[in-house]
């Protein structure tokens, strides 16, 4: 039975009891961050009667699941989060506003987990609150990073990264299961032995290991009683190091296992879209796989005995290549555990595998150095051996003759272990997350792969959760919605489209720009705390927030706003509408060029904030530590949503979904998802510029691209270039920007210059900019393309992400809960 929360009078007095009981409290003397703690175990209570009551219908049902397997899972706070899907939200801020409390400030207790770098490990977290929404039956597989993603302080204009020590006290929402905990090896050799039945048994000697603990979080479905698992590694020595008992060689290994332990969970490496190439990566990436293959293996063995008929009730789902390994490992268990031979131990595997590609940057490629994989995983190297030995027979056969062409695909070569190329040649289903993103993997990226197994690609276009992203974030939008509409959004957002029927509503619009305003104001007040800046919610606020990357351009906007500046100064009395333009933005922390340009963008702040001669028609605002918590503020505000990225180069972005969700107006490219949102809105209503993503691949392909010429053409883009490297914006060091002068111009010190065609799509990029100024201007006509977003942007859930997943991919069947 699905347990409901208490009513407010109710919670109010647990609170209360619960204060008391955990510290000795009255409440009026507990701090803010024990009354969050009390409200987590009054939340945490229902939670667990729930996920009690879902896990024995899952043992009832004996239904197939999912392993989302990533390395990577942003899944932002969670006691708003659960509070909204146990219908309790209400219930518990109006408990704390009659004991004098502010919710907010409640939530702002808890860390943030931040086991992820973007927008791949948010949608993982979508996807997990979709699939319990759903009823669908699931497991994420992750790990518990003792520091999850840095907190960003910005100093002197710079990124400093500061450790997220999000374990610092007990977090609410995990549950340790020592009673699952499995050993994971590595390095060391393996010796054969010849069985009398004919076949070689391989054995694994001299290594090092490590016990695999998995810490569970639950996943709440919306409303439903439905609470799936996220379990998250970690990791402890299996010797518990004992000094005085340990002979000389012992006492080595002790305390090699005992760093192994130590290193293996300790930190999330912070780069997104690109790849490091360190030994500990690889370890980490191996241990959460034979981790959790090893516990989906021992549950199924609680109810089945045939290992062939696996595919009946498990996939695992690989979250790009970073769980690649699922592959042999699971060829290994099969095979080495479980007594398969090749053949039928590569049936089960290759029924149970689907891989999703996230990305088509080259550096984003994983590729491991042969020595090291060998060296770390020896047993898994020889299985990897074999699977390319027959993989590559297997495009001969195809192929005859074309030896190139298996060069080209194969899985070993070149002195690199190539973890896409396994990926596919093991994997079911190859899909991408954006109609576009899939088209360039299947014509230009993997080409070679897509006329291999046409039949194994598809697409499926990502989405977002519209109950953190707009329950949560903006509840006064959400509570208008409502009262509009009804509440069929919740799980449905297709339903989101009846909002057509008040585009014409005048009464209505004005209600909406009220909403936005008050948001603005929220935010204004943040920035104000925060940066000490004062922005006029009046003004426009044109927002772009997301990894810092070359690739997604915050070069070209940062270089608009200065272009904008001089336009004020050199035309005081020119027609401009106010506008606030925010960034947020992490760069990772040796993205030398993306940390420059955060510096870039701090300085041109400040510069212009401090220019009382353009009476506050500019502001530029750079928000520190942009995060899941802040992010859901900053959507709710945001008028104008940047998404600029070169054409072809944003496998999705999900950001954009969020904005659009939140009533903000898109400019963009025609990339990724963007193409999509443009669909949906019959092209109107969003402002598209630059080249498409045929015309930047037929670039990059020709090398015909100067960008001087651009530059020559165009006296204000030398008039903006000329100011990075005269002091304008940096007086006291004007050679300091000039490492993004000459990304922009200067072939000898970048492989190409002007990479992603910043300089190429200025013109066109300031057109439309002018064109959201001449809209924005009409109030109605701006809270019609605003709301006509909101109304058009059912097809971006992640519910309907999910659902096509299971649809094609998954066949799962919908968990019955009473
Ligand atoms: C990414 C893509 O860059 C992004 O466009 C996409 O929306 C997400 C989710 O599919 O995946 N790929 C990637 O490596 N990171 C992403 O955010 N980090």
Redesign the pocket.
């Known amino acids: 039975m699905k347990r409901q929360m208490p009513s407010t009078k109710e919670i109010e007095r647990e609170i209360q009891d619960r204060v008391k009981s955990m510290f000795r409290k009255d409440f009026e003397e507990a701090t803010k961050e024990e009354i969050y703690r009390a409200c987590a175990e009054v939340v945490n209570d229902v939670v667990i009667d729930n996920w009690l009551t879902t896990q024995k219908e899952f043992n009832k049902q004996d239904p197939k699941c999912v392993y989302y397997m990533s390395m990577?899972f942003l899944i932002g706070r969670l006691l708003g989060n659960n509070m909204i899907n146990m219908r309790g939200y209400t219930e518990v801020m109006d408990a704390l506003d009659a004991l004098g409390i502010d919710i907010n400030e409640i939530e702002d207790q808890e860390p943030d987990p931040a086991l992820g770098?973007?927008?791949?490990?948010?949608?993982a977290a979508c996807f997990l609150d979709s699939l319990a929404t759903l009823r669908y039956p699931a497991y994420g597989c992750g790990i518990r990073y003792h520091y999850g993603m840095f907190k960003q302080k910005i100093e002197d204009g710079y990124q400093k990264e500061v450790p997220d020590d999000w374990l610092q006290t007990r977090y609410p929402f995990e549950l340790e299961r020592p009673e699952y905990e499995f050993e994971v090896k590595f390095g060391g050799w393996v010796r054969y032995e010849s069985q009398p039945d004919g076949t070689t048994k391989y054995i694994h000697e001299g290594y090092n290991s490590v016990i695999a603990t998995p810490y569970d979080m639950p996943v709440t479905g919306f409303d439903n009683g439905m609470v799936n698992t996220l379990m998250i590694w970690d990791a402890k020595p299996k010797e518990v190091f004992r000094l005085a008992s340990f002979e000389r060689g012992d006492y080595n290994k002790a305390v090699e296992d005992m760093n192994l332990a130590r290193n293996l969970t300790e930190v999330l490496y912070p780069n997104?879209?690109h790849v490091q190439g360190k030994e500990l990566r690889l370890k980490q990436q191996y241990f959460f796989v034979s981790a959790s293959l090893q516990r989906a293996l021992n549950k199924y063995f609680r109810y089945h005995h045939d290992i062939m008929k696996l595919p009946e009730k498990v996939v695992f789902q690989m979250n790009?290549t970073h769980p690649t390994l699922t592959v042999a490992e699971l060829m290994r268990l099969l095979m080495d555990e479980h007594g398969l031979g090749w053949d039928d131990a590569w049936e089960v595997t290759t029924h149970c595998v689907a891989y999703?590609n996230?990305?088509i940057?080259a550096e984003?490629l994983e590729k491991w150095p042969e020595e090291i994989f060998k060296g770390l995983l020896p047993r898994i190297y020889m299985i990897v051996e074999e699977i390319n030995r027959r993989f590559c027979e297997e495009i001969r056969a195809k192929f005859p003759g074309d030896e190139q062409r298996i060069h080209r695909m194969a899985i070993l070569a070149d002195g690199q272990v190539k973890m896409a190329h396994m990926a596919i040649a093991a994997s079911f289903s190859v899909n991408g997350?954006?109609a576009l993103?899939t088209e360039i993997l299947k014509n230009v990226s993997l080409h070679d792969f897509y006329e291999m197994y046409p039949e194994k690609f598809n697409n499926k276009t990502?989405g977002i959760t519209q109950r953190r992203f707009l329950m949560h974030g903006n509840y006064k939008l959400s509570d208008w919605v409502i009262s509009k509409i009804g509440r069929s959004w919740i799980t449905d957002l297709s339903n989101m489209e009846k909002l057509e029927n008040y585009l014409d509503d005048k009464k209505s619009l004005d209600e909406f720009m009220e909403i936005k305003l008050e948001n603005k104001k929220r935010l204004a007040k943040y920035i104000w705390d925060h940066n000490k800046v004062n922005v006029d919610p009046n003004s426009i606020f044109d927002v772009q927030v997301k990894?810092l990357h070359e690739y997604k351009r915050q070069l070209l906007n940062i270089l608009h706003v200065m272009y904008l500046y001089n336009q004020i100064k050199e035309n005081p009395d020119m027609d401009f509408y106010p506008t606030t333009f925010i960034f947020g933005a992490k760069a990772s922390a040796g993205y030398e060029n993306a940390k420059l340009i955060i510096k870039l963008i701090n300085n041109v702040a400040a510069v212009i904030n401090n220019d009382k001669s353009i009476d506050n028609k500019l502001k530029v605002v750079f928000i520190e530590d942009y995060r899941v918590s802040n992010a859901e503020w900053i959507f709710a505000a945001a008028d104008v949503s940047e998404q600029i990225?070169t054409a072809s180069k944003?496998?999705?972005?999900?950001g954009n979904m969020k904005f659009m969700l939140n009533g903000a107006v898109t400019i963009g490219t025609m990339d990724?998802?963007n193409v999509e949102m443009y669909n949906e809105l019959d092209g109107e209503n969003i402002f598209i510029f630059g080249m498409s993503s045929d015309e930047v691949i037929a670039h990059e392909k020709n090398h015909d691209y100067n960008p001087v010429d651009e530059m020559n053409n165009n006296p204000h883009i030398q008039k903006v270039l000329g100011q990075l490297i005269n002091g304008y914006y940096s007086i006291d060091n004007p050679e300091l920007f000039r490492p993004i002068y000459n990304s922009l111009l200067n072939t000898q010190c970048t492989e190409r210059a002007d990479m992603y065609f910043v300089l190429k799509d200025f013109a066109s990029y300031c057109e439309a900019h002018e064109k959201i100024q001449a809209a924005y201007k009409d109030r109605e006509t701006w809270a019609k393309m605003a709301l006509s977003n909101v109304a058009h942007v059912g097809k971006f859930s992640s519910d309907r992400t999910i659902q096509e997943y299971v649809d094609d991919i998954w066949h799962l069947d919908k968990l019955e809960l009473k």
């Open positions: 990577e770098n973007g927008g791949l490990g948010r949608l997104d879209n790009d999703t996230h990305t940057m984003a997350v954006a993103h990502n990894r990225s944003e496998a999705s972005g999900t990724g998802a």
